[in-house]
């Protein structure tokens, strides 16, 4: 019979910090009000106080039993889970039900010498993925060994035949110019939306004050300083993200490193490659680099989110790295772009959010200027859409080139398609246009490509060729 395994009993604390997360900004947002003479109510009396309390005991006491209830064994045929502290879990995985195993180390865990061990296996991930947290690197790396044939890859089976590392200036560029500061900016201002419910009517007001007698200019500046602090957020998110990002070529499988603070050590089987994208962003297509993704069945990334493969690549090296590592996806030299009299439904799909802000200017007159000043970003954006869309076909496999922000360039096999479709509406029937859409399989759903407003028998062309293969067709 198999030795049963444990966590490490510090997963009884990192439970606790992940329950506890959700009460840290009201509890930060009541002691800033306190500080600032606000009226605290029962909220900082002594009720508050036991409440915290009785709310840290609870989670300490549910982690202590969910720790303790928690167990694994593994075999060469499967890994058995235990869980569950009144109901009861007992999970089998067979070994060639997986897909990949990965290890994950924060900063705490890299102290101890202690990986978080993700299993993915095919089907809802949301259901399917195993995560057995905080045990000890050398277990890791046997399970992942002894579960290795028909499984997950493991490092270190024979020499890499290619390495790429990416050195710290590379990475303070790709930092620079990822694009990710909109995220950022977003993610900042959905915050202070929810902070408006706990300011105080008195700051509130003051607030708004300060807002409507200001002029434009100085709300600009302060909108720049804005976007300028979210940028370099967004460099040292990447930076920490992709620190010491490594890359090695073994004969079967591809083993990713990144990451400074949380540690990540992917394997990717290269038959479970779907798609391979290449990203070019508006800052960096200009001083011509590009990062290049990985579409992956069965997981292997972040959740919901592509393999990046290279961070950041010169555009005139693309091609010989793809050659060299995934020859069956090489780069087509030419492609079909969409016809000239789609242009004008492109600039008018660009314009719809300066069309829908020119309200503001009812509002007040000054803001007149916000749609004016998007409509230099979104009409330019809305041509470069048209320039760069397109399709390609080479051999047994396909490329569509299109633009949101970012240009990119999906290649993928034939026989990786889950499902095709061609779309057209009343207005594009008028024009003789379709739009053109894919099905790739990815973790932890398909993920849908297309192309808008192609040339009607080029699209038919290409659903005619996809349809000699027997796929499933939409």
């Known amino acids: 019979m198999s030795k049963l395994y444990r966590q490490h009993p510090i997963t009884i604390i990192t439970g606790v910090f992940k329950e506890l997360k959700s009460y840290l900004i009201p509890l930060f947002i009541f002691l800033v009000l306190r500080s600032l003479g606000e009226e605290s109510g029962t909220f900082f009396d002594r009720w508050f106080l036991i409440f915290i309390l009785v709310t840290v005991g609870f989670s300490l006491i549910s982690g ?116 990710s500061v909109g995220v950022v900016f977003a993610v900042v201002f959905a915050l202070i939306g929810q902070l408006l419910v706990f300011i105080p009517e008195r700051i509130f007001q003051l607030i708004a004050q300060f807002f409507t007698q200001t002029d434009v200019v100085v709300i600009v500046i302060l909108f720049i300083v804005g976007l300028v602090i979210s940028w370099i957020i967004s460099v040292v998110r990447y930076v920490l993200r992709f620190a010491y990002f490594t890359l090695r070529e073994y004969d079967d499988y591809l083993e990713i490193k990144r990451g400074l603070f949380v540690k990540k050590q992917l394997a990717i089987k290269l038959s479970r490659i779907q798609a391979v994208t290449i990203i070019e962003g508006l800052i960096r297509q200009p001083f011509g680099y590009a990062t290049i993704e990985l579409q992956v069945a069965g997981g292997g990334g972040d959740k919901g989110e592509s393999v990046v493969i290279h961070p950041m690549i010169k555009r005139s090296q693309i091609e010989s790295f793809l050659d060299t590592l995934l020859p069956e996806y090489a780069v087509p030299k030419h492609f079909h772009a969409v016809p000239k009299r789609a242009l004008r439904r492109y600039l008018f799909r660009a314009s719809i959010p300066v069309i829908m802000l020119l309200g503001l200017g009812f509002i007040d007159t000054r803001l007149i200027a916000v749609p004016l000043v998007l409509g230099l970003f979104f009409i330019p954006l809305g041509y470069l859409r048209y320039h760069d869309a397109g399709y390609a076909n080479q051999h047994d496999g396909m490329a569509l080139r299109f633009r949101r922000v970012a240009k990119t360039t999906v290649m993928v096999q034939r026989k990786h398609l889950q499902s095709y479709q061609m779309i057209t509406n009343p207005f594009q029937r008028l024009k003789g246009l379709k739009t053109l859409g894919i099905w790739v399989m990815a973790s932890p759903t398909p993920v849908y490509f297309n192309v808008k407003d192609l040339q009607d028998s080029d699209a038919k062309n290409v659903y005619d060729w996809l349809k000699q293969t027997t796929i499933k067709t939409s």
């Not at 499967?78 to 067979?94: Q, T, Y």
């Not at 900063?107 to 057995?132: C, R, Y």
């Not at 493991?154 to 560029?173: G, H, R």
Request: hydrophobic share 45%; charged share 20%.
């Open 64 to 179: 202590f039993f969910k720790w303790l209830f928690f167990r694994f064994k593994y075999s060469p045929n499967a890994i058995e889970i235990f869980s569950g502290v009144l109901i009861k879990k007992h999970r089998n995985i067979k070994r060639d039900r997986i897909h990949t195993m990965d290890l994950e180390a924060n900063v705490v865990w890299q102290l101890l010498d202690l990986v978080s061990l993700n299993i993915e296996t095919p089907g809802n991930l949301d259901e399917a993925e195993v995560k057995i947290s905080a045990i000890p690197q050398g277990l890791a790396n046997h399970i992942r060994e002894t579960l290795n044939e028909n499984g997950a890859t493991v490092e270190n089976q024979a020499a890499a035949s290619k390495t790429i590392a990416l050195d710290a200036i590379t990475l303070l560029k790709a930092g620079a110019t990822s694009g």
